[in-house]
T-cell receptor, first 116, second 112 residues
Framework: DAGVIQSPRHEVTEMGQEVTLRCKPISGHNSLFWYRQTMMRGLELLIYFNNNVPIDDSGMPEDRFSAKMPNASFSTLKIQPSEPRDSAVYFC??????????????FGDGTRLSIL | DAKTTQPNSMESNEEEPVHLPCNHSTISGTDYIHWYRQLPSQGPEYVIHGLTSNVNNRMASLAIAEDRKSSTLILHRATLRDAAVYYCILTRMNSGYSTLTFGKGTMLLVSP
């Protein structure tokens, strides 16, 4: 079975450019999560969706960050304009029934983002 | 959310059992105990979870103290591929939804 698929795997771009990260969750999963990992702050939850609806975006650092889930099989995380401090590894995860508190999340391999 | 405390790092030899401890003294009755691990350059990977009783799966065993204030992840025979950061996480329902809050975890080093 295909796991969570993220693209691109690596992204290097210059400050000020728009960055779009993509995620395809596992088929049948109804919850989707975006995380960011840095050495300083560890793994942080940015936003999560349930049944394509954003539930909690309190982890999104600033208005420069936005996330969408137009359908059950696709989500994007956009940064516009990007800044060097946005450099991190961004992970997408999906789950089925996570609202029940005991269902595991399945993570993608992440997108390593470098903003120059 | 209730917090967990784990050692920063542990070392083991290949093919020996490993016991990774986690303290969660403020756990509530409805909190689940989850373990995830993150291998180098990969996303976190679910390992096991439990509520009150000990749990076993193909990857590991989870031993939960009777008062639930601590738990131990047991890898029965460590391999070099088990070298990773192991996270112990409590999940609690908030307004009908629960999330994972990752701490620093325990870095497990496995020697041949």
């Amino acid at each position: 079975d295909a796991g969570v698929i993220q693209s691109p795997r690596h992204e290097v771009t210059e400050m000020g450019q728009e960055v779009t990260l993509r995620c395809k969750p596992i088929s049948g999963h109804n919850s989707l999560f975006w995380y960011r990992q840095t050495m300083m702050r560890g793994l942080e939850l940015l936003i999560y969706f349930n049944n394509n609806v954003p539930i909690d975006d309190s982890g999104m650092p600033e208005d420069r960050f936005s996330a969408k889930m137009p359908n059950a099989s696709f989500s994007t995380l956009k940064i516009q304009p990007s800044e060097p401090r946005d450099s991190a590894v961004y992970f997408c995860a999906s789950s089925f029934g996570f609202e029940k508190s005991n269902q595991p999340q399945h993570f993608g391999d992440g997108t390593r983002l470098s903003i120059l | 959310d209730a917090k967990t405390t784990q050692p920063n790092s542990m070392e083991s030899n290949e093919e020996e059992p490993v016991h990774l401890p986690c303290n969660h003294s403020t756990i509530s009755g409805t909190d689940y105990i989850h373990w995830y691990r993150q291998l180098p350059s990969q996303g976190p990977e679910y390992v096991i979870h439990g509520l009150t009783s000990n749990v076993n799966n193909r990857m590991a065993s989870l031993a939960i103290a009777e008062d639930r204030k601590s738990s131990t992840l047991i890898l029965h025979r460590a391999t070099l591929r088990d070298a990773a950061v192991y996270y112990c996480i409590l999940t609690r329902m908030n307004s009908g939804y629960s999330t994972l809050t990752f701490g620093k975890g325990t870095m497990l080093l496995v020697s041949p």
